[in-house]
């Protein structure tokens, strides 16, 4: 008797599972159990279909001593332990009360009725211990152990005749514990698979979308334009499976690259409903097919399109668009990459603006340093002009036409670079100024590398030459010697200025570099402060110097501008 009822109750079991396959592969059913933070309205959706599975257990039964051998707790213990209290409460509500009023009532009706309610409850109550662990199936084995331990306990004290409820235990206990527990844990396997093939799915895709973001991130972080978008478009078409891919601004197609790039022309207007739509509203759109993409050739290989709108902040500024050649070809996974990636770009466009207004503040920060230098030396040159013009007319003049020059330099302030010849006639104009007032106490010697030509900062050499006249030669008393050095090593030019003079301290030299530390001499923290503003880690600036001996100063700066060209000239820093 007991074999009968348990290869019965496996074929009961057997037709449940087939109809549970088919749910999961439904696309409502995978978005509600694999959505996190779901609502009232579909945790009410969840217990509608955990309930009517639950039901279907009560349909699915067999006819017993005048009671149900059934797979009711299947249905009803896989809503609590997959979608919480109010699931489980709320299916095993409706399948108690379906078994309630159902024809066949028999004597175990209200024992097997309150039991379903209260299974339902004990299962959403599990939820909370077992939603964040892996093999969930087990538990759903031994929740449908002891679920139908307790239903077969409810039956024997409730169900009267008491001898009638304590025979039928007798036959249905095992049958019954064995098939729903298995089937219990094969129910929750089988959704815990579809979990699992979304999650790959989604990992897939976010594969995807960082790769691409990855390497639009050099085109979009300029902004969104034809270059860009064109680039842009052809890295989604070589890595994702669409037949074409558009970006346009709010106005006009700005690329279209694939199928239908012969009429879908750039620079052409936006003129399609749902795209227009997608810029007012914000929302994304699909159009499932060709009639809803309104293109204008009747031969258009594009049948439905995926048009998710691109962002900066809260605005509207274009729009991302993917097609394919078949009418409902937009799937569910095709829908998450367009949002994923609409997301990435609209992050990387509203960064372009961050990083276009940093480069502002980095210009209006150098602009500011190159005023800072020196404004003293003015003063202690016209004073030398005034006594030279009485005893020396000729130098004096000289000398004015050398400051002219010297201060034309310093104001030519609108250029993050120069060429060297520049900046070193900037030098000799200074250097030529300082002689004119220190006479033989102070030799400068030149040793350039010959046909060396390359863009440095302006006032880059000046304020070294200023601190190594100032603070190296002039307090010796016998003067001293000012060697300027540049030479081309391949990758960077290297720039030193040493001089035998009384040289520096290490404290003297760390608050030379040092911010706090420059308000006396604010020459060398000058210079490396735009350098590093300029270059980053690519160059550096490196102090030599001992007590009465002298001190060298030793400048590298790289040679490829790349960089700088593509983040300041590019962009129209340069004036």
């Excluded at 809503?79 to 004597?107: C, Q, S």
């Excluded at 639009?216 to 669409?242: C, H």
């Excluded at 035998?500 to 308000?519: E, F």
């Amino acid at each position: 008797m007991i074999k009968e009822l348990l290869l019965s109750l496996m074929n009961r079991l057997g037709m449940l599972m087939m109809l549970a396959l088919f749910l999961s592969r439904t696309k409502l059913f995978k978005r509600l159990v694999t959505k996190q933070n779901i609502t009232f309205q579909e945790k009410l959706m969840l217990t509608l279909i955990f309930g009517i599975l639950g039901s279907l257990g009560s349909y699915f039964s067999i006819s017993f001593h005048g009671a149900l051998v059934n797979t009711r707790i299947i249905g009803v213990a896989a809503g609590g332990l997959l979608g919480g209290p109010l699931v489980g409460f709320g299916a095993g509500l409706l399948a108690g009360v379906h078994r309630w009023f159902i024809d066949i009532g028999g004597f175990t009706t209200f024992a097997c009725s309150v039991s379903t309610v209260i299974e339902g409850t004990a299962a959403g109550l599990c939820y909370f211990w077992v939603k964040d662990k892996k093999n969930k199936w087990v538990y759903g084995f031994l929740f449908g152990v002891v679920g139908e331990l307790f239903r077969k306990l409810m039956v024997i004290l409730f169900a009267r005749p008491f001898s009638d409820a304590l025979e039928l235990v007798r036959f249905i206990t095992v049958p019954m514990v064995a098939v729903n527990s298995i089937g219990l844990a094969m129910f929750i396997a089988m959704i815990q698979s579809v979990i699992i093939e979304e999650e790959r799915v989604g990992a897939f895709q976010a594969k995807l979308a960082l790769n691409i973001a990855n390497k639009t991130l050099p085109y979009l972080r300029k902004g969104i334009n034809k270059e860009s978008a064109r680039k842009t478009a052809e890295i989604i078409m070589s890595i994702v499976d669409f037949e074409a891919v558009a970006i346009t601004d709010r106005n006009v197609i700005l690329a279209h690259i694939g199928a239908g790039e012969d009429h879908h022309l750039c620079g052409a207007k936006v003129l399609t409903q749902i795209t227009r739509k997608v810029i007012s509203t914000g929302k994304y759109a699909v159009a499932r097919k060709s009639n809803e993409i309104e293109c204008s050739n009747p031969e258009c290989p594009l049948k439905s399109a995926i048009i998710v709108p691109l962002k900066e902040e809260d605005k509207v500024i274009g729009t991302l668009k993917l097609y394919k050649r078949r009418e409902n070809d937009i799937s569910h996974v095709d829908i998450e990459l367009a949002l994923g990636l609409a997301q990435l770009f609209s992050t990387q466009l509203e960064l372009s603006k961050i990083e276009y207004q940093s480069k502002l503040l980095t210009l209006t920060e150098l602009k500011a340093l190159q005023s800072q230098i020196n404004p003293h030396f003015l003063f202690n040159t016209l004073n030398t002009i005034s006594i030279l013009c009485r005893i020396q007319p000729e130098t004096a003049r000289n000398l004015i036409n050398n400051l002219a020059e010297f201060y034309r330099n310093n104001l030519r302030g609108n250029s993050i670079l120069v060429e060297l010849e520049t900046e070193l006639n900037h030098v000799r104009s200074y250097i030529s100024i300082e002689k004119a007032r220190f006479m033989k106490k102070l030799n400068v010697v030149y040793e350039i590398d010959s046909d060396l030509k390359c863009l440095i900062p302006p006032l880059t050499i000046q304020p070294i030459v200023e601190n190594a006249i100032n603070h190296g030669i002039l307090p010796k008393e016998e003067g001293g010697i000012v060697s300027i050095k540049l030479k081309d090593l391949v990758s960077h030019v290297e720039i030193q200025v040493e001089d035998n003079g009384v040289g520096m301290d290490k404290k003297t030299i760390q608050n030379a570099l040092d911010k706090d530390g420059a308000s006396v001499n604010i020459g060398l923290y000058n210079v490396k402060s735009r350098l590093k503003c300029i270059y980053g880690d690519s160059s550096s600036l490196d102090i030599e110097s001992e007590k009465g001996k002298g001190t060298r100063v030793t400048i590298k700066i790289p040679k490829d501008y790349k960089v700088i060209r593509e983040g300041f000239y590019a962009e129209g820093f340069v004036g």
